[in-house]
């Protein structure tokens, strides 16, 4: 059982440039949840998903776009990157009425 | 909005003792969840302990117990028997129930545990 994968694990992309983080989960879960993590921060939520067709922001939303067009999936999309947006990115489900979050490996990006 | 605050930026503690990790939070709500997550070097988020905030009765596994104080808005962690294996990062959560199961976490900013041998 993979659980919750995350594709690339590592990226440097230049100021401008766009690209997708790809999330799969594989428990069938309602809810999907994209966070980033800063250095001397905790963990900060991004977008979320309770469902297929239905996302909603987070606490830091802008510069990211996301769409749940199947259960499994959830991708992040950066249109236009800036070095503001380097951090690692973590990819989170979970069934809606549980406790428990399950956490992808992270994507670290780099934007210079 | 809710806030999580985690006091203690590093702690260091020798191998086979005891030590506690604090975290208070802020909010208005009177049903929630708390988390307690360990990140090693690996980067991996894993779920060290929960506790349900209608539940009186502090959670624990196994060397990993909590002493969740209502009132006071404080939900420190305990870790008995300190091993190599606990040296990490730990982060305190806050999960709310008013959007229906729909609520994301707040994490405080981390607690870096080190394990003298």
């Known amino acids: 059982n993979a659980g919750v994968t995350q594709t690339p694990k590592f990226q440097v992309l230049k100021t401008g440039q766009s690209m997708t983080l790809q999330c799969a989960q594989d428990m069938n879960h309602e809810y999907m949840s994209w966070y980033r993590q800063d250095p001397g921060m905790g963990l900060r939520l991004i977008h979320y998903?309770?469902?297929?067709?239905?996302?909603d922001q987070g606490e830091v939303p802008n510069g990211y776009n996301v769409s749940r067009s199947t259960t499994e999936d959830f991708p992040l999309r950066l249109l236009s990157a800036a070095p503001s947006q380097t951090s690692v990115y973590f990819c989170?489900?979970?069934?809606?009425?549980?406790?428990?979050?399950?956490f992808g490996q992270g994507t670290r990006l780099t934007v210079v | 909005a809710q806030t999580v605050t985690q006091s203690q930026p590093e702690m260091s503690v020798q191998e086979a003792e005891t030590v506690t990790l604090s975290c208070t939070y802020d909010t208005s709500e009177s049903d929630y969840y708390l988390f307690w997550y360990k990140q090693p070097p690996s980067r991996q988020m894993i779920l060290v302990i929960r506790?349900?905030?209608?539940?009186?009765q502090n959670a624990t596994e196994n060397r990993f117990s909590v002493n969740f104080q209502k009132a006071a808005k404080s939900f420190s962690l305990k870790i008995s028997d300190s091993q190599l294996g606990d040296a990490a990062m730990y982060f305190c959560?806050?999960?709310?129930?008013?959007?229906?199961?729909?609520?994301?976490?707040?994490f405080g900013k981390g607690t870096h545990l080190i394990i003298q041998p």
């Open positions: 998903s309770v469902g297929a067709g239905i996302t």
């Open positions: 989170a489900s979970r069934e809606v009425g549980n406790t428990e979050a399950f």
């Open positions: 506790q349900e905030a209608y539940k009186q």
């Open positions: 959560a806050y999960r709310g129930y008013s959007g229906g199961g729909a609520d994301g976490l707040t």
